[in-house]
């Protein structure tokens, strides 16, 4: 029985430290790329998106890129999916 009790301890201590690596690991985003992220989810271009926030195209598609690249997305609609499920933005 104290066996049982420890082999439970042991194993919700092991899970409790994975599942704080797996939010360490998540990614967090600038508020600015949260706003490309927001108005790419509502079908506004880059170069829309740079006329609202009143930055170019170019540093539009670089926030673009680098909330891509934390959320580990391929395109634009899979980063804006992935920031919705995590919460980062809302409709």
Do not use: F, P
């Amino acid at each position: 029985n104290a066996a049982m009790e420890l082999l439970a301890l042991y194993a919700m201590n092991q899970l409790m430290r994975l599942r704080s690596e797996e939010k360490a690991a998540q990614a967090v985003l600038s508020a600015r790329e949260r706003e490309v992220l927001t108005w790419a989810a509502i079908g506004k271009t880059a170069w829309d998106t740079g006329c609202i926030l009143s930055i170019s195209t170019d540093t539009v598609n670089k926030h673009m890129a680098s909330a891509m690249r934390k959320l580990k997305a391929y395109t634009k609609t899979q980063a804006v999916a992935e920031s919705l499920r995590r919460g980062e933005i809302q409709l």
